[in-house]
């Protein structure tokens, strides 16, 4: 008997990273003897602290290789719990028993959406957003609800834009400040409408605060500031972003001790733990606060250089619509007028500028909004600036043509 692979319906919908898929891209040219500017990935160039590494070499010296708690070592839970609770009142009960740590923060998502939606359950995304969020709310057979907001407002949505979204099988809302694509990052007037909105509807509300920490205007407000109530609220945080430890892979949330239960159990059958060392070397992370402040605000500077030296790039093309970015490190550009009538503007245009540019970015259809694309800036100035001006010379290269193919058509 011969047998064929057919997809279970658990993945009936997925689909491959779109920002992996370009990264893997850009790799394979690179392979080839390409010259590639890479501003596809949202990764931290800097190094991890090296106090950080040294607490974890230290830790597995020691003999942190074993087993760990499922849902993490004590000192790194009371750690993030102690982090947390300086968010202000709201928080001041945080304990170590409302913290589970994760395989970073997207299996921090996984598990909240996991055990709190199922089948017939809808929750609301502001779109664009992170790829992930759809796919993961669609592992757990609940339904993703895109939420577009304006362009007037930096394609932040609003309790209006919520409402009109939401139906009676609405069980639960997505929040990400800064946001992932865009940079945009929400006032705490924004984001407290949106929390109260979802209180008094009754929604639970995943709020993912990765990139709070990379904020040009001070930090981003938390959503544990603002909120009514710590009810409905999970908040998941991690090291990557901030602390430029992506490959370390430790993200956690902050929720009410039953879901905190419930999350727990589920890991247990899934992952079970974060590796040792890596957990204390967050400990590390998060205790040493003075060190950890110092390297933060210094990668922080640097990448606000390099926001503003790409954005003195695309002064020069005022016409080409961008979102400015208050966080995180991305620039987002709406390349739609270089491709009048194609309804995947981005990747039309994100495919040329990498085969024939070699700048690699990702094409908005990965967030839902096909007109944009993503250029992360999470990398060296003049790669920045190199990169930007790749993308404004085909943009008002291809915006020219296809005025004159207008013209000869008429």
Known sequence: MSFRYSPSENIALLRESATIAVSQRAKALKAEGRTIVDMGAGEPDFDTPLFIREAAAKA????????????GILPLREAVAAYTRSYGPLAADVVAQDVVISNGSKQSIFNACFVLFGPGDEVLVPTPSWTSYYEIVQLA????????????????????DCERAATPRTRGIMLNSPCNPTGAVYSPDELRALLELAHRRGWWVLSDEIYRRIAYNGAAVSALQVAPSRENLIVIDGVAKAWAMTGWRVGWTVAPREVTRAMTAFQSHATFHTAAMAQHGAVAAL?????????????????????????????????????????????????????????DAGTTFAKRLLE??????????????????????????????????????????????????????G
Not at 142 to 159: H, I, M, N, W
Not at 293 to 317: K, N, P
Request: charged share 25%.
């Open 356 to 409: 024939e540019l070699g700048v690699a970015v990702v094409p908005g259809v990965a967030f839902k909004t096909p007109d944009w694309i993503r250029l992360s800036y999470a990398s060296p100035e003049a790669d920045v600036v190199e990169g930007v001006r790749q993308v404004v010379a085909l943009w008002s290269r291809m915006r020219a043509a296809s005025g004159s193919l207008a013209v000869a058509g």
């Open 141 to 160: 057979r609940a339904t993703p609800v895109e939420v577009y907001g304006s362009r007037e407002r930096d394609l932040k949505v609003t309790v209006e």
């Open 60 to 71: 597995m010296h020691a003999g942190a290789t074993r087993y760990t708690a499922t849902e």
């Open 287 to 343: 205790v040493n606060r003075d060190e950890a402040d110092r390297a933060i605000s210094e990668m922080v500077a640097q990448y606000r250089t390099r926001r503003d030296a790409g954005l003195a790039v695309f002064a020069t093309a005022p016409d080409l619509p961008i979102v400015r970015p208050d966080g995180a490190f991305y620039f987002y550009v709406d390349v739609s007028a270089a491709c009048p009538g194609d309804p």
